[in-house]
């Protein structure tokens, strides 16, 4: 498409990421599908544009050491924030487990 002017262009999941590290690319574009179920593309670039921001990242490593609390605080916006909070630290700890994300969804169970 010539035309790259769809908010999808600067707030879609490949788009988000701020890292040329292989593991954390993975993870942030993870992160990125997690938010934007029933989240407008501006609102997931919005709250991953915060948990970058913060401090030490978005990275495996720092989100599995954050709190619930913290973390709701950053992607406060985000359609179901509640449940995606949970979700998002459940999937980080597999992440950490693993040192990647998994290569099939079965590996994430």
């Known amino acids: 498409r010539a035309d ?3 908010p999808v262009d600067s707030d879609g999941a490949e788009a988000l990421t701020d890292t040329k590290d292989p ?6 574009t993870l992160i990125a599908l997690m938010l934007s179920s029933q989240t407008k593309d ?5 709250a991953m544009r915060k948990m ?5 990242g978005l990275t495996i490593d720092n989100i599995s ?7 709701k605080g950053l992607i406060y916006g985000v ?11 459940k999937a980080t700890d597999v992440c950490k487990e693993l040192g990647d994300i998994p290569n ?5 169970c």
């Open 4 to 6: 790259k002017t769809a």
């Open 23 to 28: 593991v954390t690319f993975r993870y942030q």
């Open 42 to 46: 501006a609102m997931v670039g919005q």
């Open 52 to 56: 970058q921001a913060h401090e030490g």
């Open 65 to 71: 050491g954050m709190s619930e609390e913290t973390l």
């Open 79 to 89: 359609g179901f924030h509640n449940n995606k909070t949970t979700y998002i630290k």
């Open 104 to 108: 099939t969804a079965t590996g994430s």
